[in-house]
């Protein structure tokens, strides 16, 4: 006998342990509530917020503002990267809920980079919520690229320095236009939470730091205008540090350290794309610099090592770590390694633990020219979201437009370990080629390299390894 509309029961048991589940569910969110520690900072007045999401950590309201994409001339580019976005801001420690609501709907909502661990619990079409439980820096995409918002959870701040020290550029919360900062030995730029800072920065001297919870915007200049030339340019520096703080828009290449040394980037955020030529962090002729637990969406390529010219005695790129940040690019390449390159050596690089959410271009590009040697490369514990992209790897010494005397490089030494590619089916080439026989690539180890699923093997449908290579490794050999 049918019934219309039935009228459901559930049975005692389900109730029961349903009641248990939302039971244990508030617990623990009073738990985490009650042992979080959570620092949040007021967008200044005037500043236009975004309109796609709304943000709670720990039940208290995280601003979220908006970084613009494809400013004129590039917005009738045949490019599509998903809109404007949004990004977020807020210090933490202990267990940490955050909730997001939106007029869009969560339901298909992906947490990225997967990596992390996060899983959104949707509890309508238009709320999530996220359970932190250290800091992080994720992607929280509704529909992939199309105007996602960053999330940036900061650990708490320990060495915010003090307004009338005489050696401090101060900004505290509130829009300020000073358009250009020069630093100078022994100083420190601080921009306070709750700080918007159109300026372009340039740091010339010894022991300078560059810090705070605030953002630093080049919004303003269009493509290439810029009052400095970088959004952060350190020339000719020693012992420099820049941490902490957002990037927003810049109109060129966006942190510089040129003919520099001993460059420390931590959790720094740079929200790009705005114009072409954004590249995030390009360090230039310099020496032992770490980049560490940043993120980076740029237009152009994300890191650059670049020996712009010879006029120092030392003008080698050696001893770059980037390593435990998230990279995203709209264009262009994640790495890019060896052009407009004149210097002896680029070598001793290490690119480790690393989450690639979005790339376009070969993500990682090796291309010495200039009879440069590019060599002691590690490329270890990677993830990478692919989307059908034709390219992964290129191992090739060039001749570009970008050189003077016209030859190619060298390549010696590159391991790649423990890489992973996931995502949709692709090409996902990965290419090697020497220019002569002098120009060649030499010594290069995959070692646990992945691409969908399947081990990396000379044999594979990936590999296109063709003249002047030698000593070509696969690891494990099946």
Known sequence: MSVANPQYEPSENWTLRYRWSLLLGLLLAWTARSTAEVVVYPAPAGEILSREYRVEAAGKSVDVYGARVLDPP??????????????????????????ITSARSLRQTVV???????????????????????????????????????????????DAPKPDDANVVYFGPGVHKPERVVLRSNQTLYLAGGAVVHAEVLAQGDNIRICGR???????WEWRKGPV???????NCTDVEVSGITLRGSSHWTIVPNDSRHVTIRNVKLCNSRV?????????????????DCFIRSDDDCVALKGLDFSDPNSNVERITVENSVLCCDRARIFLLGHESRATFMRDITLRNLDIIHFSMTPFLLEPGEDMRLENVTVENIRIHGEAQREFIRLRPVVNQYMRKKVPGFI??????????????????????GADPEHNV??????????????LTAESTHVQIRNNTDNIRFLPTP
């Not at 980079?113 to 992607?139: N, R, W």
């Open 112 to 158: 990225r980079p997967t990596s992390a661990g996060v899983k959104p619990v949707v509890e309508d079409d238009h709320t999530l919520a996220l359970t932190l439980q250290k800091p992080c820096k994720l992607s929280i995409e509704p529909d992939g690229k199309k105007g996602p918002l960053l999330l940036f959870a900061n650990p708490l701040q320990t």
């Open 214 to 220: 605030g953002i630093l915007d080049g919004s303003d």
């Open 74 to 99: 590039f917005a009738d580019e045949e490019y599509d990267y998903g809109g404007p976005y949004s990004f977020a801001n807020f210090d933490m420690s202990g267990p940490v809920v955050v909730r």
């Open 276 to 292: 072409q030529n954004d590249d995030g962090i390009n360090p230039c002729n310099s020496q032992d610099v770490l980049i560490t």
């Open 412 to 433: 010696r030494n590159v391991t790649f370990r423990n890489v992973t590619l996931e995502g949709q089916p692709g090409d996902y080439l990965v290419q090697l080629e």
């Open 442 to 455: 030499r010594d290069v180890t995959f070692e646990n390299v992945t691409i969908a699923g399947e081990k």
């Open 229 to 235: 030339g970088n959004l952060i340019a350190i020339r």
